[in-house]
Nanobody, 114 residues
């Protein structure tokens, strides 16, 4: 049975940091993605990491502030978010595509506000 669970969101002031975690079970080792969706906006890809962790990519607006990483032997990944800005506010989702099936977590809310 496949489960995708995110955690680590919260309320933080501008300039603060948060670390998100995604744990996915029931899947073979695979590329993992972080998406986010702000109120009234479309969901966007924030970062992804390959199955081996050797390849990563980031949304331009988060480059230099966010770092994606993962465990080497299981589908657990992290998103370290530093110097957070109000425009980073949204629900952050973990996503995996495997055998043409999309798996999503329930999302974790990140709110950046003073």
């Amino acid at each position: 049975q496949v489960q995708v669970v995110e955690s680590g969101g919260g309320l933080v002031e501008p300039g603060g940091s948060l670390r998100l975690t995604c744990v996915a079970s029931g899947l073979t080792l695979t590329r993992m993605n972080w998406y986010r969706q702000a109120p009234g906006k479309e969901r966007e890809l924030v970062a992804f990491i390959s199955s081996a962790g050797s390849n990563t990519n980031y949304l331009d607006s988060v480059k230099g502030r966010f770092t994606i990483s993962r465990e080497h032997t299981r589908n657990t990944m992290y998103l370290q978010m530093n110097n957070l800005k109000p425009e980073d506010t949204g629900v952050y989702y973990c996503h995996i595509l495997q055998r043409d099936i999309d798996y999503w977590g329930q999302g974790t809310q990140v709110t950046v506000s003073s």
